[in-house]
């Protein structure tokens, strides 16, 4: 994964400027001496994560802000769970207060929404795959809110792996021709994953030597033939991955045909912000 420090303070300082503005008109209701502790506690059993990000939006304001955590990313965390408690200026908790409770409800989402389904193929070969469909500017944010679920990451962008749609073997002249040129094109450590969508564009890969394929809304019968065809023919050399519609209902079906990879976009595109809250009370 890229430098993730900075990544978290470009996604942190965007998100203070978004709110803050010129200045938190309403915080100033409140002497700048004050001091209050808080407490984030969360509403609903979820996975948490964005830890990293909730302390950042106090420390921008305010370095001197103290955190006490009672849970880490990737904990389970219960519904009534006090998470942690923040010590600082009442100025500070109040402005950052928003920002900070976007980033952990979001990430939380993700990761609880990837737990669910790498608990749902739990003890068969297949892992849990995120896709580029995330939020803008929040990749890698997103990316690893995957991990602490339980999820692997693909690619992080058009420029660190090759992905061969549909599109890009109409306009390349096929899949053989497609392929070839991204032989020829990759850098070193790159992988090349060619789309297909039916057993005969499987062939074709497979004869042009590709080593990992994405088999794109692929129903369950036609998986199953898809295995045993690349393995009768490769053996374990090709990573085939089930993509398209997969829901939490169908995984474990999906799993179960012997594919390597599941790359499920709802990881981190359809996703329902985790219930938490921050109570303040006077600092002692």
């Known amino acids: 994964m890229k430098d993730l420090h900075a990544e978290i303070d470009n996604n942190v300082k965007q998100a203070l400027a978004e709110d803050i503005g010129a200045g938190d008109l309403t915080a100033l209701l409140i ?15 979820a996975v948490l994560c964005g830890a990293q990000w909730f302390e950042a939006c106090f ?11 009672f849970v880490r990313d990737g904990d389970h965390i219960q519904a009534g769970q006090k998470l942690c408690e923040i010590k600082g200026y009442a100025r500070t908790l109040l402005s950052a207060e928003r920002s900070a409770l976007n980033f952990l409800q979001l990430l939380s989402a993700v990761a609880t929404q990837t737990k669910y389904f790498v608990d749902a193929i739990a003890g068969t070969q297949a892992a849990i795959v995120d896709t580029r469909k995330t939020l803008p500017g929040l990749r890698l944010a997103e990316k690893y809110a995957v991990k602490c679920g339980g999820g692997i990451n693909h690619r992080f962008g058009l420029y660190d792996g090759i992905l061969i749609k549909e599109n890009h073997i109409i306009a390349a002249g096929g899949i053989k021709s497609a392929l070839r040129k991204a032989q020829e094109i ?11 969508e039916s057993l005969q564009e499987l062939q074709e890969a497979l004869t042009a030597d590709a080593n990992m394929v ?4 692929f129903t369950l019968n036609q998986l199953l033939d898809a295995v045993a065809l690349t393995r009768q023919q490769t053996g374990e050399r090709v ?3 089930a993509s398209g519609n997969i829901t939490l209902k169908s995984v474990r079906q999906v799993a179960e045909t012997g594919v390597d990879r599941i790359s499920i976009g709802s990881l981190t595109k359809n996703i329902k912000a985790i219930d938490l809250s921050m109570r303040f009370r006077e600092s002692a």
């Open 214 to 217: 994405l088999l794109d809304n």
């Open 239 to 241: 990573i085939l991955e």
């Open 59 to 69: 420390l921008a304001l305010a370095p001197g802000t103290v955190f006490s955590w």
């Open 31 to 45: 002497p700048a001496w004050k001091e209050l502790v808080a407490n984030v506690y969360s509403r609903e059993d």
């Open 186 to 196: 990759a850098p070193p450590g790159v992988f090349i994953q060619i789309e297909v």
